[in-house]
């Protein structure tokens, strides 16, 4: 059972960083793509990032291109999504989620959207229990 936890959330600064990662257990790692989704408040939950773990391949949503970066460590099973220029509508629960169908999660995470997080459960394989980013102004 693939399992993922989430850290590094927090509050910053608008213009400021935050990394998060997201450690992956129960799996194979090369076999896995990681996609990272968030909430904010009052709004519809969306993709943001994705990575395939075996061949790098990665995808941004326009909203956070130019300024997130999702990387991998393959030797410790992990996902990382640094977070540059933070700006105040970043502020959001963020969740990773797995999956070893790799197109159907990146479809996921260009189209997915919810109002709740667990009207999407079964989408994909796994979701981490997410991390709160607060930006402030």
């Known amino acids: 059972e693939v399992q993922l936890a989430e850290s590094g959330g927090g509050l910053a600064q608008a213009g400021g960083s935050l990394t998060l990662s997201c450690a992956v257990s129960?799996?194979?790692?090369?076999?896995?793509?990681i996609g990272w989704f968030r909430q904010a408040p009052g709004k519809d939950g969306e993709g943001v990032a994705y990575i395939s773990v075996s061949d790098g391949a990665s995808y941004y949503a326009d909203s956070v291109k130019g300024r997130f970066t999702i990387s991998s460590d393959n030797a410790k099973n992990m996902v990382f999504l640094q977070m540059n220029l933070l700006r105040p509508e970043d502020t959001a629960v963020y969740y990773c989620a797995a999956d070893r169908l790799k197109k159907t999660l990146l479809f996921h995470t260009k189209n997915l959207k919810w109002t709740t997080r667990d009207s999407v459960t079964t989408a994909v394989a796994a979701w981490g229990q997410g991390t709160l980013v607060t930006v402030s102004s």
């Open positions: 129960g799996v194979s790692f090369n076999d896995i793509a």
